[in-house]
């Protein structure tokens, strides 16, 4: 019996993990025999509503302030949008495991499956997965990926352009390719067609000038074929191979995500433990800054993802566009890395110390 | 004022208790309605302490388990008292609409 009460206490010891150090050693003891006082004899392992309990109340304490509600939104927001920003940070380490780039040869037989009889020229094979001004991003890039140009890092893909092509019945071409990528093993998603206002005014009799995207998977290749009619681009038609995106991307960015998550509850909660009880001056100051921060992080990402959502919807897709453009980065890498400043600043007046350590505030120290 | 919170201040209203008789206390109030978990207690007494409504009464150990004391405030007695006269104008005016209702139920 009192070996199975150890055990159990031990297990119930390791739940209270959840919560910061001060408060273990402060109530850890209270809180475990307060259990063991509970359990019928003979129990050697705590029950799930037990664990979920503790681990619950374990991560509110961390959050020190018990008499406020408010810092629990603060967290919830911060641990959200970190956990987005880690996920999406995790997924693109996790693109590394993506296939190199189809080589000119191999795309071009590809090309050939396509239009045959017709040559696809001047056909390029950008020299990484994700590419900035069509290279590879490197450090001189940074100062305009943060700002203006994040947008331009996008996917790399083999391109090539069908040469000749003012002879051919372009609406019957995209038919055709249609067929022959299904005839090819492809699995083609309906050719989207969009019209071009290229006017700009009424004058001119409405748009004569529209767009087919038409695209394509078959194992990790996606092939889009952009076709203009009417338009001034020659040549009209081109074929691009993207990699599709690797299947560990999807259990990394959960695991990035968990892993911000919690980390971000982790530091936000030292932070408010901190900080609770000092100087009306540093309090306001650290919330300020939190505010400055939760605002640059969250303020993109409704905009960038009711945008994209609406293009993935409209437009078809074979591959997700990856989950960073969704929180808008790099393009508005600015506001995240504002937000960044701000949460170090405030991380470094939350760290300052104590003029007197006031005793009653051990427990929320931790 | 939530149900757990106004068990736990209605079972220390007579005298100090420790968490697991706290928790006991409240079975027994609520007819095993209330189910406290020690996590949600002790988060409850922080909630409570930091509000100045529960303070700690005093330490003991009793085969070698630590009981942490815990008692109502002045100020505890004063909202506990607020609260219980709220309920029971809520209930005066249910009862009378009940009755009005269904004479015999009342």
Same mark, same amino acid.
């Given at each position: 019996?009192?070996?199975?009460?150890?055990?159990?206490?031990?297990?119930?010891?390791?739940?209270?993990?959840?919560?910061?150090?001060?408060?273990?050693?402060?109530?850890?003891?209270?809180?475990?025999?307060?259990?063991?006082?509970?359990a019928p004899p003979g129990r050697t392992r705590p029950t799930v509503r037990e664990?979920?309990?503790?681990i619950r109340h374990g991560l509110r304490a961390r959050l020190g302030r018990p008499a406020s509600r408010s810092v629990v939104v603060w967290a919830v927001l911060t641990a959200i949008v970190w956990a987005l920003f880690s996920a999406a940070m995790a997924s693109r380490l996790a693109w590394e495991t993506a296939r190199p780039l189809p080589s000119v040869a191999r795309a071009s037989a590809v090309f050939a499956t396509v239009a045959p009889g017709r040559k696809v020229s001047?056909?390029?094979?950008?020299?990484?997965?994700?590419?900035?001004?069509?290279?590879?991003?490197?450090r001189q890039d940074l100062g305009e990926l943060i700002f203006p140009d994040g947008g331009e890092y996008t996917f790399g893909s083999t391109t090539g352009s069908m040469g000749g092509a003012s002879d051919v019945d372009l609406h019957r071409f995209a038919?055709?390719?249609?067929?022959?990528?299904?005839?090819?093993?492809?699995?083609?998603?309906?050719?989207?067609t969009q019209v071009l206002d290229t006017c700009g005014s009424d004058d001119c009799g409405g748009p004569t000038e529209s767009e087919t995207y038409l695209t394509a998977r078959r194992g990790d290749d996606v092939i889009t074929i952009y076709i203009e009619y009417g338009g001034m681009i020659t040549p009209p038609v081109s074929i691009s191979i993207e990699r599709a995106t690797p299947w560990p991307v999807y259990p990394a960015s959960v695991a990035?995500?968990?892993?911000?998550?919690?980390?971000?509850?982790?530091?936000?909660?030292?932070?408010?433990?901190?900080?609770?009880?000092?100087h009306p001056a540093l309090r306001v100051l650290t919330a300020l800054l939190l505010g400055i921060s939760l605002f640059l992080w969250w303020l993109p990402i409704p905009f960038s993802s009711w945008s994209l959502l609406r293009h993935q919807l409209t437009e078809p897709h074979y591959k997700w566009h990856p989950l960073w453009?969704?929180?808008?980065?790099?393009?508005?890498?600015?506001?995240?890395?504002?937000?960044?400043?701000?949460?170090?600043?405030?991380?470094?007046?939350a760290a300052l110390p104590r003029r007197r350590p006031d005793p009653s505030m051990d427990v929320a120290t931790g | 004022m939530r149900e757990?919170?106004?068990?736990?201040l209605t079972a220390l209203a007579d005298q100090p208790r420790h968490g697991y008789g706290i928790i006991q206390e409240v079975d027994t109030l609520s007819a095993s309605r209330v189910a406290l978990l020690p996590g949600t207690l002790y988060t409850a007494l922080d909630r409570l302490a =930091?509000?100045?409504?529960?303070? &700690?009464?005093?330490?003991? @150990? $009793? %085969?070698? *388990? !630590? +009981?942490?004391?815990?008692?109502? #405030?002045?100020?505890?007695?004063?909202?506990?008292? =607020?609260?219980?006269?709220?309920? &029971?104008?809520?209930?005066? @005016? $249910? %009862?009378? *609409? !009940? +009755?009005?209702?269904?004479?015999? #139920?009342a």
């Open positions: 019996m009192s070996g199975s009460v150890s055990r159990l206490e031990k297990r119930y010891r390791l739940l209270l993990l959840s919560y910061p150090r001060a408060y273990r050693r402060e109530r850890g003891k209270e809180i475990v025999d307060t259990l063991a006082d509970l664990a979920f309990d503790l001047d056909v390029q094979r950008s020299p990484a997965t994700f590419v900035m001004y069509g290279q590879p991003l490197s038919e055709d390719a249609v067929r022959r990528l299904h005839a090819t093993g492809w699995d083609v998603g309906r050719p989207y990035g995500g968990a892993v911000g998550a919690v980390i971000a509850w982790f530091v936000f909660g030292w932070a408010s433990r901190r900080t609770d009880g000092r453009e969704w929180l808008g980065q790099p393009a508005l890498a600015l506001f995240f890395l504002v937000g960044c400043v701000a949460a170090l600043t405030g991380l470094a007046v | 757990p919170t106004f068990l736990i =930091a509000q100045g409504l529960v303070e &700690r009464d005093r330490d003991e @150990v $009793a %085969e070698g *388990r !630590l +009981r942490r004391y815990y008692r109502l #405030t002045d100020n505890g007695l004063k909202v506990l008292d =607020a609260e219980a006269a709220r309920l &029971r104008q809520l209930a005066t @005016v $249910a %009862e009378a *609409r !009940l +009755r009005a209702v269904r004479p015999r #139920t």
